[in-house]
């Protein structure tokens, strides 16, 4: 590892993408908070993996089998992004929807810029082909000028809803129904939004966009090509896990709107962490969770060290828990990836029965959001977000989704404007 010159992250990803070519750029980002203090960025991968469609599908491959492929058979760090509907291969059956992006997409890189964005420190990894091209590129010095961003813009109102705000209040209400009937305990029940664009534009430039207004610590962007990409500006670590094998997740569930005065800002934060009904959708995600884990870690190695805890964003205040175990001696990230999947706090509980009553309402394929994006390391250990607060891009179209975790007294116009706080930003970031 080589400490090198300070640059600033947006403007050494714009640097980045025009000396290697945006295609296979990967960008972790973080806030600069405690949990977002690191970032990481790459370029030109060595090797790429892209893994579609759904089980019995021409043409279609398990991306948990590629993804024990780069397990067994790491030469460099592995960056991608696994889709939610990768749950038919753990799961299959009439739950999922094919989606149009990428099941999997990986690239292996043999140098990563790494930095510390609280301490303005960085440092390159790894060895590979391009080394000396980006350590020379690094040394030049910073490149002062501001990043570019892209300058189209998307009006609020130019949007189009897969769902309607009066339809969604009308599927919490159905699936209140099958709570009701003990199908279900809690469901994320999520609505979609689109626009395509009249002009292409590159991911990097709308993903400075993003993080300008939605700055998260588990956020980032990865170019698969030209014609797809994801951007992400997600508060929420969905798994990692250590070289010793210290495993680490952190649902979240329950949210509250921020507010520029102050009083009304702490009122609705303490009204959050009082709130009944959003500390048992926690608690019932923390249990299921814990079930996950059960199923990879030592047997008494399981501890939930943070209950219920609030956390506050740039747009919202959040309850997240921590939830922590040990993996056992025959099992590996993949395997605890795949014990996890999908994710219980964008599913529900019990999670295939909330997937396959959800299919039943969501009009389109979730794709990468809701699934993650991922990091295998060069020294084996594993990390790994929620794809929430979202932007997908393939070719010229935009799409975001947003969901809310449903229970039994959940209000459905509650659950509707809960949609809005966690949509606007994005939708405002790139308006």
């Not at 430039?205 to 588990?218: E, G, H, K, N, S």
């Amino acid at each position: 590892m080589t400490q090198l010159p300070w640059w600033d992250p947006s403007c050494l990803a714009t640097a980045m993408a025009r000396h290697f070519g945006e295609e296979g750029l990967v960008w972790l980002d973080g806030d600069g908070s405690q949990l977002g203090q690191r970032a990481l960025l790459a370029a030109a991968p060595q090797r790429q993996l892209r893994c579609c469609g759904l089980p019995g599908q021409p043409g279609s491959a398990d991306p948990f089998e590629a993804l024990e492929e780069i397990q067994q058979n790491r030469n460099g760090i592995w960056l991608g992004w696994l889709a939610y509907e990768a749950g038919a291969w753990v799961e299959p059956g009439r739950h999922w929807q094919k989606p149009d992006m990428a099941t999997l997409w990986a690239g292996c890189y043999g140098v990563v810029v790494q930095l510390d964005l609280q301490h303005q420190q960085l440092w390159l990894s790894g060895d590979g082909p391009q080394r000396q091209a980006l350590e020379a590129l690094i040394r030049s010095g910073p490149d002062l000028s501001e990043p570019a961003v892209a300058q189209m813009g998307v009006a609020i109102d130019q949007w189009h809803w897969h769902t309607t705000i009066s339809e969604f209040e009308r599927q919490v209400a159905t699936v209140q129904a099958w709570i009701g009937a003990g199908d279900l305990f809690q469901a994320n029940l999520t609505a979609c939004a689109e626009h395509n664009l009249t002009v292409k534009s590159g991911a990097l430039q709308l993903y400075q966009r993003l993080r300008r207004r939605c700055p998260a610590p588990f956020g980032g962007v990865m170019v698969a090509s030209n014609a797809e990409a994801v951007l992400s500006a997600s508060p929420e670590r969905f798994l990692s896990c250590d070289a010793a094998g210290n495993v680490e997740t952190r649902p979240i569930k329950g949210t509250r709107p921020r507010h520029q005065d102050p009083d009304l800002d702490a009122a609705a934060a303490a009204e959050l962490v009082s709130s009944p009904k959003d500390r048992a959708e926690n608690v019932m995600i923390v249990d299921l969770l814990r079930n996950d884990l059960g199923r990879v870690c030592t047997t008494g190695s399981i501890e939930v060290p943070q209950l219920v805890g609030l956390e506050s964003y740039a747009q919202v205040h959040h309850l997240t828990s921590v939830v922590s175990g040990k993996l056992r001696p025959d099992q590996n990230p993949v395997a605890l990836l795949r014990a996890c999947w999908p994710g219980g706090s964008i599913t529900g509980a019990p999670k295939i029965s909330a997937c396959s009553h959800l299919n039943q309402l969501e009009p389109v394929a979730r794709g990468p959001y809701c699934g993650s994006f991922f990091r295998f390391n060069f020294d084996g250990s594993f990390d790994s977000n929620l794809l929430i607060r979202s932007v997908m891009l393939r070719d010229k179209r935009l799409r975001i989704h947003g969901g809310c975790g449903i229970v039994a007294d959940s209000n459905p116009e509650q659950e509707a404007a809960e949609l809005g706080w966690k949509i606007q930003p994005l939708l405002a970031a790139l308006s």
